[in-house]
């Protein structure tokens, strides 16, 4: 199996380390490189030429933001997938606007982070999220919690049917395609919302 091969950039060199290391112990990816500014980002996308640049947004000098078009010139293969503190919509929006594939919260789980630089090196873009209603809100938040569908109809007083109308309408509305992603992103937006 091909490893994904990813450089890290983060102006502080612990979070640097960290996240080489998560990646390292999993057999999917090889870091082949970091940087500490956008520069570092651009000279190294062009040298190493990685499938995956995982970028912080708040650098000093160059900025992940600011970084993104300039990558993606220097090395158009690259996909860029921001990392951040915020992960309010607007941010991801910014990014996907500038070229990124998405942005993923540093409060995000290993396994968040890992099926988003998979994603992302599938070329596969995030999408802002839609705004829900209270209903489904709650249903996805239990599907995040690992409950069945028998168990959210029990919790919330709805029939199965009902639970299955709501996962597939959240689906469609979210532009997600397999039950698995839907858990992800239900986890996802469970830290998020912690």
Known sequence: MTRLRVV????????RASLAKLLCSYS????VGTAADGHGAIALAEKLKPDVLLLDVAMPGLDGLNAIPLI??????TH??????HDEPEY???AVDR?????VSKASSPEDLTC??????????MKPSIPLSKREREVLSLIGAGKT???IATILSISQKTVEHHRQQLMDRLDIHTEAGLIVHARRTIVAAS
């Open 92 to 94: 991801l929006q910014e």
């Open 72 to 77: 993606r010139a220097a090395c158009p293969a």
């Open 28 to 31: 999917e990816f090889e870091v």
């Open 8 to 15: 890290i950039v983060d102006d502080h060199a612990l979070v």
């Open 80 to 85: 860029v997938l921001l990392i951040s503190m």
């Open 116 to 125: 988003a630089i998979m994603s992302a090196a599938r070329g596969e873009v």
């Open 149 to 151: 569908n028998e168990q």
């Open 99 to 103: 070229g990124a594939q998405g942005l």
